[in-house]
C-alpha cells in the first residue's frame, strides 16, 4: 500500500527470502529441532551472563570498579583489567 495515497501496489517483493531468515533465526531453518537448540543455547547464554555478573561484581560497590582499568597493574593484571572492563 502507498503511504500517500493509499492504492494498492500489488504483491511485496522477497517474502520468501524474509520467511527463511525468520526460519533461520527462530529455528536454524531445522523445524522442532533447531527450535529446541535455539531454545537450549538461549538458555545456556542467560546463565553465562548470571555467572559472569556474579564472578565480576566488585567487593567495593562503585561503578568506578566496573567501568575503570586499574592502569598501575602490571603484566598479566593489567591485561586482565583491560579485559574484564572491554567485557562489561
Known amino acids: 500500500m502507498d503511504a500517500y495515497d493509499a492504492t494498492i501496489l500489488g504483491a511485496a ?5 524474509f ?18 537448540i535455539v531454545g537450549a543455547s538461549t538458555a545456556l547464554l542467560i546463565l553465562m551472563v548470571a555467572t559472569g555478573v556474579y564472578l565480576r561484581w566488585p567487593r ?11 592502569l598501575q597493574a602490571k603484566a598479566r593484571g593489567f591485561w586482565w ?4 572492563v572491554a567485557g562489561t
Open 60 to 70: 567495593r560497590h562503585s561503578a568506578a570498579s566496573w567501568l575503570k582499568p586499574n
Open 13 to 17: 517483493r522477497g517474502t520468501g527470502f
Open 81 to 84: 583489567q583491560l579485559h574484564a
Open 19 to 36: 520467511a527463511t531468515v525468520e526460519q533461520l533465526h527462530r529455528t536454524l531453518a531445522a523445524g522442532p529441532v533447531g527450535k529446541q
